[in-house]
């Protein structure tokens, strides 16, 4: 069911895609077949192909990486069906199921993200939809973490109005999160209970709101290539600034359960595709990093720029002195200014209780 498959064709030379980073460069969108090839070139090519993905993130984003850490402020409560969440409403995975969290630990969430150097923290509730108990809270305690801790704020609460934008805007959020996951041709196969139009005009609403947004996707849900690059033009064309790039993590318990088939090299070549297609975008390699990219997660910092430091929303992620020990490796720096990736003071961290 795997869908970024790697065809065997003759290697194009490094200059091939070295051309084609020079041409993104200067500032030319990449065509629709030039990004399907990035998905289909060989495992011979990656090194070269990374290596010119590098020249362009390496324009935009030095050598910086940047921490986002997530806080599922309400877990497993969802009543829409998408197949490949284990907090649907279909979804039998054995996951924490709990309300919209207090406002005590909704700040110590912050306090961590803070000590661990994140600049994002990542509000998220399982819901079609924000109830107007749960709209008002986030908005009290957004100017509360902000005056406490230097953090941005992004939102993942699910579709929004209008209004429902405006009013978060107000409240400081920064930004919103809303994935398009994939392609528009693909989505009636991965969700019945709401559409990819509805997601779009979500990611609209808070646009014309003036918020930020973070769009992204989940690779490896039996897309094709030209899914992938569907999704990825679409991003382009809504000027994302945050792009997640999940890996399909295929829980058990969930409609996908077991049909995951990624390997580490698709992965690097759809992080590519997408850093060639959105090139000046924050680019996140996201969950199922450790999993699918396995030892060659470094790699992936060549095309991407950002990861989350921490567990994701209901499955663990890899300790975080793992991470910026892997950052202080590459010789990359974290974007908060820390030098040399050196890890920050975690000691006295609490796990959350839930
Ligand atoms: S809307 Fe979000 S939380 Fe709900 S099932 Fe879909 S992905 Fe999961």
Not at 190 to 202: A, F, L, N
Not at 278 to 287: F, M, T
Not at 293 to 310: E, H, K, T, V
């Amino acid at each position: 069911m795997s869908t970024v498959q790697s065809l065997s064709k003759s290697p194009l030379s490094g200059n091939h895609w070295n051309e084609l980073a020079s041409k993104v460069l200067r500032e030319e969108d990449i065509s629709r077949s030039d990004a399907v090839h990035i998905l289909e070139s060989s495992d011979e090519e990656l090194l070269d192909l990374l290596a010119a993905t590098f020249r362009v993130r390496r324009h935009f984003f030095g050598t910086t990486v940047q921490l986002f850490f997530l806080m599922n402020a309400k877990s497993g409560l969802c009543p829409e069906d998408c197949s490949y969440c284990s907090q649907s409403k279909i979804s039998e995975a054995e996951i924490p199921r709990y309300n919209f969290l207090s406002e005590p630990q909704l700040l110590e969430g912050a306090r961590m993200a803070a000590e661990r150097n994140s600049k994002t923290y990542c509000i998220v509730i399982s819901a079609r939809g924000p109830s107007e108990r749960e709209l008002e809270a986030v908005c009290r305690i957004v100017p509360k973490i902000k005056a406490q801790f230097n953090l941005n704020i992004c939102a993942c609460l699910g579709l929004l109005t209008p209004q429902q934008a405006q009013r978060l805007a107000a409240a400081g959020v920064d930004k919103v999160n809303h994935n398009l996951n994939t392609s528009r041709r693909h989505y009636a196969n991965i969700c019945s209970t709401h559409t990819y139009d509805e997601r779009v005009g979500t990611l609209e609403a808070c646009r014309d709101a003036g918020l930020a947004l973070c769009s992204g996707g989940i690779i490896g849900m039996g897309e094709t290539h030209e899914d992938l690059v569907d999704m990825a033009m679409d991003l382009r064309s809504m000027h994302v600034e945050s792009i997640p790039v999940n890996f399909l993590n295929s829980i058990d318990g969930t409609p996908l359960q077991g049909t995951s088939q990624l390997n580490p090299r698709d992965c690097l070549r759809a992080l590519c595709m997408m850093r060639f297609v959105n090139p000046s975008s924050e680019l996140r390699i996201a969950g199922g990093r450790e999993i699918h990219l396995r030892s060659m997660q470094a790699l992936g910092f060549y095309a991407a720029n950002s990861i989350f430091i921490g567990d994701y929303l209901t499955t663990k992620g890899q300790l975080p002195e793992e991470d910026y020990s892997m950052i202080r490796d590459l010789g990359f720096t974290l974007s908060t200014g820390l030098e040399s990736g050196e890890p920050p003071t975690i000691a006295g961290l609490t796990p959350l209780e839930k």
